[in-house]
């Protein structure tokens, strides 16, 4: 190149043909250099694997690999611009055929792993140190156990999207399936005393009811509390951790409770004793009593003291309900509801704000809430009932005048009877003449 810049000229007609020329060269040792940097060939034109595999190569084509000019032999070695099946294959390619499973992890692994290949598209390279890390990859890698998840397994392998991609199987909305293709086969996960009917339960919990009915992604689905490519059970310590990315308040004030040094010390695991994993449902307050005597005896006052904390909880909730219902009632009936209306939102933020504080135990800070909700349950109900006092009272202050109308239309009647009468009698008189 340096020669080239270096030469001179020797007229102008011939550094303007020559200078169109450089130009291109540059352009295309650029875009050479480029395919060489990321690492795979770009041979888009002679390519006989497309040409022998067109089935495959058709699956192939919406990929994000093919969008990216990443083909066959980059996952299976060979050489593409051989015609020949035999020479396309044949040792020294580095063809691997199809790839076993331990084998398909290191393929996905040379560039999803190398920093270097997978800078340009700025995504994650910790895959496949994540996963092995998993016990997925640990049985794979460590003990050969081609009955666990590898990458294809999750992704696909000639049809890959991008996970954001609704139709990917890694897409919040399909991890639960992908995972169920095997955590619900029975027979397979019988034989590593695994249960089978994890979908199904999750199914019907709170997660899985607003995944798949509202199809609202950003409730906890397998890969949320498992991790995807770290896919293990969160340990004891753990677990609060996992929901605690999503339930921070609970999270928060539980860290205050005392059960919170006890999960440190491994004999509590954090949300899972009380709430359960997989079935986790809309708790009500006598969850509270149920969750104690899982581990404290009835007479002890720790049980005690659940049994009062279910009150205080259950309480503020009839509370604001009852106030909730005299207020519709009362603006069925016809009365103003403004100021009723102002108090039941202050009741209600602190129900709402009593979910998350529950979890601290402290009896003080829940018996407080409770007791200023009951106050202005009462404030509600006494504005209410004064209300409805008032309308009463001008209802009767209206009998009198109704009395006096109706004296008055009985004698006026009386009176106008009495005319008539008269009226009548004069005119027979006047006949008779
Ligand atoms: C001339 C046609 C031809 C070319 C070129 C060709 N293949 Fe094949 N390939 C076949 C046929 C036919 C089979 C199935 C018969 C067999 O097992 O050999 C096959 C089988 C395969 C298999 C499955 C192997 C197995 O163990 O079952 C893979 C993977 C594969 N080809 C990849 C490639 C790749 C990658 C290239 C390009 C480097 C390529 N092929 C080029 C014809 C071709
Ligand atoms: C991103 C990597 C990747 C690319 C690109 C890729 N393959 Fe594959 N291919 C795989 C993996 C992984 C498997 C094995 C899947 C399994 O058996 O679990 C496979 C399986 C196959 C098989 C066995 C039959 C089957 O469908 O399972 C053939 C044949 C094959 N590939 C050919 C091709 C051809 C031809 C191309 C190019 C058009 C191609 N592959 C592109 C990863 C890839
Ligand atoms: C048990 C299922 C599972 C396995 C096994 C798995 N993945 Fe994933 N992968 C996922 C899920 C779910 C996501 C999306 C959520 C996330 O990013 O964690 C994902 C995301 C990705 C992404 C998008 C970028 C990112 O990290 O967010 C890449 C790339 C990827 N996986 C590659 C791999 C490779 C390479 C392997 C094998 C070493 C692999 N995956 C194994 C489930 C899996
Ligand atoms: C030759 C290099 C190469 C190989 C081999 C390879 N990939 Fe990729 N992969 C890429 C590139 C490049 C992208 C595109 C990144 C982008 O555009 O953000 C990609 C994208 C992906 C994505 C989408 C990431 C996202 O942003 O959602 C997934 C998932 C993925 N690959 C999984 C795999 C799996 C599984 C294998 C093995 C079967 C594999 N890849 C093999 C280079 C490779
Ligand atoms: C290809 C099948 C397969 C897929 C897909 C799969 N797994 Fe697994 N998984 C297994 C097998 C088999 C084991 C049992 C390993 C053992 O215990 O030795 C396992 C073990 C586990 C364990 C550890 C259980 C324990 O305590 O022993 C967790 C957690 C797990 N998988 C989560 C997931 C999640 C989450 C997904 C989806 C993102 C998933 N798996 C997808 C096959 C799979
Ligand atoms: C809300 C968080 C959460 C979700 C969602 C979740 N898990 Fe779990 N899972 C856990 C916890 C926590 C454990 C540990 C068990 C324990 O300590 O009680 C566990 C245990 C497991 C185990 C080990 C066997 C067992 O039951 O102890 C497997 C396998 C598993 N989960 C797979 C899945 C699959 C598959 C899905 C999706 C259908 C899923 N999990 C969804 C939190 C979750
Ligand atoms: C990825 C985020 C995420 C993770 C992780 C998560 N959750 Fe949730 N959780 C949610 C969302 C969002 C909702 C609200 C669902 C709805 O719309 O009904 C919810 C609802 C709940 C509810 C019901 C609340 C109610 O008022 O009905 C409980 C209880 C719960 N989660 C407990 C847990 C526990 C225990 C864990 C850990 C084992 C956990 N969550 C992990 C996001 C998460
Ligand atoms: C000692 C038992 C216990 C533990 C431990 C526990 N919870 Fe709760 N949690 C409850 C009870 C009981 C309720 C429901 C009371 C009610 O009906 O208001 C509840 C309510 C909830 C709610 C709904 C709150 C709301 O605003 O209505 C969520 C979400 C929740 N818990 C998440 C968690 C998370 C996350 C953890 C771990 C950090 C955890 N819980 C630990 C007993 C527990
Ligand atoms: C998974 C088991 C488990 C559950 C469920 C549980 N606890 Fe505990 N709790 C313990 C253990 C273990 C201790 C420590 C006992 C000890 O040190 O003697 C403890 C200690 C306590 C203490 C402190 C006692 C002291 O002497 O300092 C209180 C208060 C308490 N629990 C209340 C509750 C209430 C209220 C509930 C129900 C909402 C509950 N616990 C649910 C296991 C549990």
């Avoid at 080239?4 to 550094?15: A, I, V, Y």
């Avoid at 199809?98 to 270097?116: L, R, S, W, Y």
Wanted: hydrophobic fraction near 35%; proline fraction near 4%; include cysteine.
């Amino acid at each position: 190149m340096n020669s080239l810049k270096n030469r001179p000229p020797s007229n102008g007609e011939l550094s303007r043909s020559v200078l169109p020329c450089l130009i291109a060269l540059l352009v295309f040792l650029g875009i050479a250099l480029f395919w060489q940097g990321t690492g795979w060939t770009q041979d888009a034109q002679v390519n006989s694997c497309v040409e022998c595999h067109s089935d495959i190569a058709e699956e192939n084509q919406g990929s994000i690999h093919a969008q990216q000019g990443i083909s066959c032999q980059d996952c299976h070695g060979g050489d593409p611009s051989q015609k020949d099946k035999d020479a396309a294959k044949a040792p020294g390619t580095g063809y691997i055929g199809i790839p076993d499973k331990k084998q398909i992890v290191q393929v996905c692994g040379t560039c999803h792993a190398d920093v270097e290949k997978m800078n340009f598209y700025g995504i994650r390279t910790d895959q496949l140190a994540r996963y092995k890390t998993s016990l997925h990859g640990k049985k794979l890698l460590q003990e050969g156990d081609t009955h666990v998840a590898a990458c294809s397994d999750c992704h696909g392998y000639h049809n890959i999207l991008r996970v954001t991609d609704p139709n990917s199987p890694a897409y919040p909305l399909n991890v639960p399936k992908t995972c169920n293709r095997c955590h619900g086969n029975e027979k397979l996960m019988g034989s590593y005393q695994l249960p089978s009917d994890i979908f199904r339960i999750y199914e019907g919990s709170v997660h899985g009811k607003a995944l798949f009915e509202k199809k609202d992604i950003s409730v906890a689905q397998c890969a949320s509390c498992h991790g995807s490519h770290g896919a293990i059970p969160p340990g004891v310590k753990q677990v609060g951790n996992a929901c605690g990315k999503c339930h921070l308040n609970e999270y928060k004030y539980f860290s205050e409770s005392v059960h919170a040094k006890l999960s440190e010390g491994a004999k509590f695991s954090e949300c899972v004793s009380c709430h359960g994993n997989h079935g986790v449902s809309h708790p009500a307050p006598a969850l509270y009593a149920q969750a104690c005597a899982l581990c404290h005896e009835p007479q002890s006052p720790e049980f005690q003291l659940g049994h009062r904390l279910e009150d205080l909880i259950a309480t503020a909730q009839k509370d604001l309900s009852g106030s909730e219902e005299l207020a519709k009632e009362a603006a069925i009936e016809g009365y103003f509801v403004e100021q009723e209306t102002a108090s039941l939102e202050q009741m209600k933020t602190i129900v709402l704000e009593m979910g998350p504080l529950q979890h601290t135990l402290d009896e003080a800070k829940i018996s407080d809430r409770s007791q200023k909700v009951h106050d202005l349950a009462k404030e509600v109900a006494d504005k209410i009932d004064a209300k409805r006092k008032n309308k009463l009272i001008r209802k009767y202050s209206l009998i009198p005048i109704w009395i006096f109308i109706l004296v008055m239309v009985v004698s006026l009647w009386a009176k106008f009877k009495e005319l008539k009468k008269g009226l009548d009698g004069s005119g027979s008189e006047h006949d008779r003449h």
